[in-house]
């Protein structure tokens, strides 16, 4: 199993580790619970190493890119970010990822763990004749998660001035330690919070220093097992989960994502823009139990006792109290209040169609 | 911490004790360690009859549910009320004051046969 530079920062703090995606990554420290609300309330530092960077320029990155998503690249101005993915011939998602704009003609791609390789091989057997160079430097390049709503105090005192900080959605280079870092304001989390990217050998030097400088606003380190619910309840979608290469970004509930009037091709534009106006009988809903129960990944759905579709997440949502999830269904009719149940278990429990906003977002965004 | 002398414990993480004629079923403290927050617990109606190894109940952490097999056969005579409330009690008290279910059982001294001695378990898995 891979492991991150900072293997040895989370087995000193008493980490329990556990395998993702072929990385041995830290699940939680103290708590999960107390973890995903200290992010609520504070601050949390997460190690996300194991996600993918890979590096996209040269003259016609812009042409090549914008064949390989349904978002509009070209609407991306320096510095900054666009939430996109990659889509195939049916429309289904390759993956979920960031692009961000460093500058003309120069692209960085944060991709997730367990699609890098997948990636990269679309990538390059999508080049043709394209003048690009696809650089994957996750090998080279660490990155830090800091969220909640103390993460903007506290870089301020690791170094990077509020006035200096980037603003939501966008990415900018800075120093630090002696390092040159990019700095991004995004996140997994429904939180204000920037991902730091530096070289894999300062990375536990950073990470020390956070933690550190943030001692004084109540920072704590965040395994993934608040991560994935902090992402839950902020509705936003899991590769694996939610995504994959069946399901397209209309039947996922991003259609937002999907540029109408965008001219130019890309892999899957046809299926998609059909759906987007034609509409969808799979759909993903999120919903609360109304029964005391966990719904949890794969349980079916049923209404009127016909099963209509499956669970793709589900949990307990720390910050509200209630039991939440996320999950496909094949009906058009139901709708946000109509209830509908779980198997649990074998047994039918009832839930409530809700809207994707199970957590009031609490972003400063500036 | 004091951990009663006759608590028995399975391959699979439950444990059984005697107390006044009576036996006691719960998880081990290295099951709860290795759970996390607890979250949810479901567990059977009174008078329902178990063999060895069934299932009787579910317990639900933060990530995920696991099932609870019966360490030995019996008839449920009690169940620990607070934990449906307060599953949160799990990760709080001390494990073997939080049983989960009391049962009548007709063949302890072969039921548990092949369970350990709780300082054997804890070996074992450590």
Not at chain 1, 335 to 357: E, G, P
Not at chain 2, 69 to 75: D, E, H, I, L, Q
Request: one cysteine or more; a negative charge.
């Amino acid at each position: 199993m891979a492991k991150t530079f900072l293997y040895n920062n989370h087995i000193k703090l008493g980490a329990k580790m556990v395998d993702f995606a072929g990385w041995e990554m830290p699940v939680q420290y103290t708590s999960i619970i107390e973890e995903h609300n200290n992010v609520r309330n504070n601050a949390g530092l997460f190690d996300v190493s194991h996600m993918g960077e890979i590096f996209v320029s040269g003259n016609d990155a812009l042409n090549f890119l914008q064949t390989l998503v349904p978002q509009n690249v070209e609407k991306l101005i320096d510095k900054k970010a666009l939430y996109c993915q990659f889509t195939n011939e049916k429309g289904g998602i390759v993956d979920d990822l960031l692009i961000y704009k460093l500058k003309e003609s120069h692209y960085l791609l944060i991709v997730n763990a367990s699609r890098l390789e997948a990636d990269y091989t679309w990538l390059v057997n999508h080049k043709s004749n394209f003048d690009v160079t696809i650089d994957n430097k996750s090998d080279i390049y660490s990155m830090v998660a800091l969220q909640g709503p103390k993460a903007s105090d506290i870089l301020s005192e690791v170094g990077i001035k509020k006035e200096n900080q980037p603003k939501t959605f966008y990415i900018d280079k800075y120093k630090l330690l002696n390092e040159d870092i990019l700095i991004s304001r995004t996140g997994y989390t429904g939180e204000d919070g920037f991902e730091i990217i530096i070289r894999n050998e300062k990375v536990s030097e950073l990470w020390e220093l956070i933690l550190e400088k943030g001692k004084p606003y109540g920072i704590m380190p965040i395994g993934l097992g608040a991560r994935d619910t902090l992402r839950l309840e902020a509705a936003m979608s899991l590769y694996g989960n939610e995504l994959n290469e069946n399901t397209t970004p209309v039947e996922a509930g991003l259609s937002w994502t999907v540029d109408k009037d965008k001219k130019q091709d890309y892999i899957g534009k046809n299926i998609i823009l059909n759906q987007i106006q034609l509409g969808t009988d799979k759909k993903l809903i999120a919903f609360k139990m109304i029964d005391k129960a966990i719904a949890r990944h794969e349980y079916p759905i049923y209404s009127d006792n016909k099963e209509i579709g499956h669970v793709t997440s589900g949990c307990v949502a720390p910050a509200i109290g209630q039991n939440i999830g996320l999950g496909y269904i094949n009906n058009k009719n139901l709708k946000i209040n109509d209830t509908i149940q779980i198997m649990i278990r074998n047994k039918l429990y009832n839930a409530q169609i809700t809207d994707k906003n199970f957590i009031k977002k609490h972003n400063k965004g500036n | 911490m004091t951990v009663k002398n006759n608590i028995l414990c399975s391959k699979s993480h439950e444990y059984v004790f005697e107390e006044n004629g009576e036996y006691y079923i719960g998880i081990t403290d290295y099951a709860i360690e290795q759970l996390g927050d607890i979250v949810f617990v479901e567990l059977p109606e009174i008078n329902s009859q178990y063999t060895k190894g069934e299932i009787f109940g579910t317990i639900e952490s933060v990530k995920a549910a696991s099932e609870i097999y019966m360490p030995v056969s019996g008839k449920v005579t009690a169940i620990n009320e607070q934990l449906i409330e307060k599953p949160e009690l799990l990760n709080e008290k001390a494990f073997d004051e939080m049983w989960l279910i009391k049962v009548s059982s007709e063949n302890y001294a072969e039921d548990s046969n092949d369970l350990q001695k709780y300082e054997e378990y804890k070996k074992e898995v450590e």
